[in-house]
Nanobody, 127 residues
């Protein structure tokens, strides 16, 4: 079992920045691909970014490419999402997710491919 705790959300002006964190505990010795998803108001949860277990490979949704950066510190069992140049369309509840993998061969974009989820952290943009 792995427990994930998201934090770092808040109210920010358009054009601003935020950094989200996701602290993992439990059986963190296994290989996990980690990701961030978000759920805008009234919409389905959508993929934002993913990082491979080693941190060497990253993948992004087109809507955040060039503005967001996913990273991880395996020594601290913590996942990050640096969000820059935020706009009102980024308003959502952001969730971190973990997927156990033996060999990371491809990105995982679907919510049902993930094993564990954080509780979510709200990011709200003010125009």
């Amino acid at each position: 079992q792995v427990q994930l705790v998201d934090s770092g959300g808040g109210l920010v002006q358009a054009g601003g920045s935020l950094r989200l964190s996701c602290a993992a505990s439990g059986r963190t010795s296994s290989n996990y691909a980690m990701a961030w998803f978000r759920q805008p108001p009234g919409k389905e949860r959508e993929f934002v970014a993913q990082i491979s277990p080693s941190g060497a490979l990253t993948y992004y949704a087109d809507s955040v490419k060039g503005r967001f950066a996913i990273s991880r510190d395996n020594a601290k069992n913590t996942l990050y999402l640096q969000m820059n140049i935020l706009n009102p369309q980024d308003t959502a509840v952001y969730y971190c997710a973990a997927k156990s993998v033996l060999n990371f061969r491809r990105p995982y974009y679907a919510t049902n491919e993930y094993d564990y989820w954080g509780q979510g952290t709200q990011v709200t943009l003010s125009s």
